[in-house]
């Protein structure tokens, strides 16, 4: 039986213990860098009057996504207001600026936001450009975030970022055939230039989650998440009279519906637990 994950009672109690100190007790594998300046606002939800989203398709809707399910999670009177400017498709390669320039047309700055500087900016993008360009040319790609970062720092006063690693596409119905190697690329690159910009970015707090190992758990073990229903075998199509496989033509297949649907249910989970006060 799935887990419902739309009501805070259903996920883990905060610890108690500071953010920081959490994370380094628990060793999360899915937090590949986490360093939360003592003068700068916590990554963590419950923190944050707004969150701005810059991604594609998997965090473009606003309710059904993770990003919708962890505000749920939270009392109503304390849910941040989302600014998702996250758009089905979009790349960094192509379409980062444009989010970045709506962002700028239709917001003030951080610190002009009520809440004084109480905002998270998420972004989570990757999937598309690594869908289409080979390992060897994403690094300057990968550092197009990190300049649009640099922007948000220092034009807009950005004090905090979650940035989140591309899933393992190579294992979803649509992708199979495309290179691993673009995933672990683009992660790595990721990581990276992440630790470059904390490093250099001294009043801001910069987190990586890892959606690649979060997914990847679930996909090598499914029944451990409640997710053992939303496979189905691949080769388990049905014949046809002349004892041919018939194509499954159906949107609503295991796989699909757990890609589409079920990840983000499990994202969520996972985040708030990683990132929970």
């Given at each position: 039986?799935?887990?419902?994950?739309?009501?805070?009672?259903?996920?883990?109690?905060?610890?108690?213990?500071?953010?920081?100190?959490?994370?380094?007790?628990?060793?999360?594998?899915?937090?590949?860098?986490?360093?939360?300046?003592?003068?700068?606002?916590?990554?963590?939800?419950?923190?944050?009057?707004?969150?701005?989203?810059?991604?594609?398709?998997?965090?473009?809707?606003?309710?059904?996504?993770?990003?919708?399910?962890?505000?749920?999670?939270?009392?109503?009177?304390?849910?941040?207001?989302?600014?998702?400017?996250?758009?089905?498709?979009?790349?960094?390669?192509?379409?980062?600026?444009?989010?970045?320039?709506?962002?700028?047309?239709?917001?003030?700055?951080?610190?002009?936001?009520?809440?004084?500087?109480?905002?998270?900016?998420?972004?989570?993008?990757?999937?598309?450009?690594?869908?289409?360009?080979?390992?060897?040319?994403?690094?300057?790609?990968v550092a197009q975030?990190?300049?649009?970062?640099?922007?948000?720092?220092?034009?807009?006063?950005?004090?905090?970022?979650?940035?989140?690693?591309?899933?393992?596409?190579?294992?979803?119905?649509?992708?199979?055939?495309?290179?691993?190697?673009?995933?672990?690329?683009?992660?790595?690159?990721?990581?990276?230039?992440?630790?470059?910009?904390?490093?250099?970015?001294?009043?801001?707090?910069?987190?990586?989650?890892?959606?690649?190992?979060?997914?990847?758990?679930?996909?090598?073990?499914?029944?451990?998440?409640?997710?053992?229903?939303?496979?189905?075998?691949?080769?388990?199509?049905?014949?046809?009279?002349?004892?041919?496989?018939?194509p499954d033509d159906?949107?609503?297949?295991?796989?699909?519906?757990?890609?589409?649907?079920?990840?983000h249910r499990a994202?969520?989970?996972?985040?708030?637990?990683?990132?929970?006060?």
């Amino acid at each position: 039986m799935k887990r419902n994950f739309s009501q805070a009672n259903d996920l883990p109690e905060p610890s108690g213990r500071s953010q920081k100190n959490r994370k380094l007790a628990s060793g999360d594998p899915a937090l590949t860098l986490s360093n939360d300046r003592a003068f700068a606002t916590p990554v963590q939800w419950g923190t944050f009057q707004h969150i701005v989203v810059l991604g594609d398709s998997y965090s473009s809707a606003a309710e059904n996504n993770w990003v919708g399910l962890l505000r749920k999670c939270l009392p109503y009177s304390s849910r941040p207001t989302i600014h998702n400017f996250a758009k089905g498709g979009d790349t960094v390669e192509d379409d980062l600026t444009l989010q970045l320039k709506r962002l700028f047309t239709r917001l003030p700055t951080a610190e002009a936001l009520e809440g004084n500087g109480e905002v998270l900016f998420v972004i989570w993008l990757g999937i598309n450009d690594c869908g289409r360009t080979e390992a060897d040319e994403l690094e300057p790609i990968v550092a197009q975030i990190f300049e649009a970062m640099h922007d948000l720092y220092t034009k807009w006063k950005a004090r905090a970022f979650l940035l989140i690693d591309v899933p393992p596409m190579h294992r979803s119905p649509g992708e199979m055939g495309i290179s691993e190697e673009r995933y672990t690329t683009w992660n790595s690159e990721l990581l990276r230039q992440a630790e470059t910009f904390a490093a250099d970015a001294t009043k801001a707090s910069v987190l990586v989650v890892s959606s690649y190992a979060i997914i990847s758990d679930f996909l090598d073990d499914p029944e451990a998440y409640g997710m053992s229903d939303c496979i189905d075998d691949e080769d388990s199509n049905p014949e046809d009279d002349n004892g041919e496989e018939e194509p499954d033509d159906s949107d609503d297949n295991g796989q699909k519906a757990m890609w589409a649907d079920d990840i983000h249910r499990a994202l969520a989970n996972r985040l708030w637990t990683t990132l929970q006060e």
